[in-house]
């Protein structure tokens, strides 16, 4: 397993929707490995291949610590609850930075695993924002992108101050 190296926020790569996979094969299944070595890395709960600068549908969460590695590949939500949850979200790619967001607070979703075969899985709780956060980074949607313009443009003027 490497640890690759993660693109910053604002790479324009972060804003890029993915494709879909097609191949399941070793590469797929090594970058999954990678991923997940670079997520712990980082540290961080949740990685796509996007924040890599891969532009395929993947994505790595672990919660629970060793073990719970969880691989979701073509993530597709299907339905989300009406009610929602607000959670402190942060991102790989803009590390120290953190705010809260609103998310439905239950998701539906469709995936396929390292093989091909397909799922349909329900969260709630921190899965589900977890699954949203990188369902929305595999579309092209950065998680800043869900707070309000005031919000966001605090914290890039906080990170920019930060970083350099």
């Known amino acids: 397993m490497a640890i690759l190296p993660i693109l910053r926020y604002p790479d324009p790569r972060l804003r890029s929707p993915c494709r879909k996979v097609?191949?399941?094969?070793?590469?797929?299944?090594t970058l999954a490995d990678d991923l997940a070595?670079?997520?712990r890395?980082?540290?961080g709960i949740g990685i796509t291949a996007a924040h890599v600068g891969v532009l395929e549908r993947l994505t790595v969460i672990e919660l629970e610590g060793p073990g719970s590695l969880r691989v979701y590949v073509n993530p597709?939500?299907?339905w989300f609850s009406p009610e929602?949850?607000?959670h402190?979200?942060?991102?790989?790619?803009?590390?120290?930075m953190t705010d809260e967001v609103e998310r439905p607070a239950r998701i539906r979703l469709t995936y396929q695993d390292l093989a091909g075969g397909t799922h349909s899985e329900e969260a709630d709780g921190l899965l589900s924002v977890c699954l949203q956060h990188e369902?929305?980074?595999?579309?092209?949607?950065?998680?800043?992108?869900?707070?309000s313009r005031l919000k966001r443009e605090r914290l890039v003027k906080k990170y920019n101050k930060n970083k350099g």
């Open 22 to 29: 097609e191949l399941f094969d070793a590469r797929l299944a």
């Open 37 to 39: 070595a670079t997520m």
């Open 41 to 43: 890395a980082a540290p």
């Open 76 to 78: 597709e939500i299907e």
């Open 84 to 86: 929602l949850q607000r």
């Open 88 to 96: 402190t979200e942060g991102s790989v790619s803009m590390p120290g």
């Open 135 to 147: 369902i929305d980074q595999l579309d092209g949607i950065f998680w800043i992108d869900r707070l």
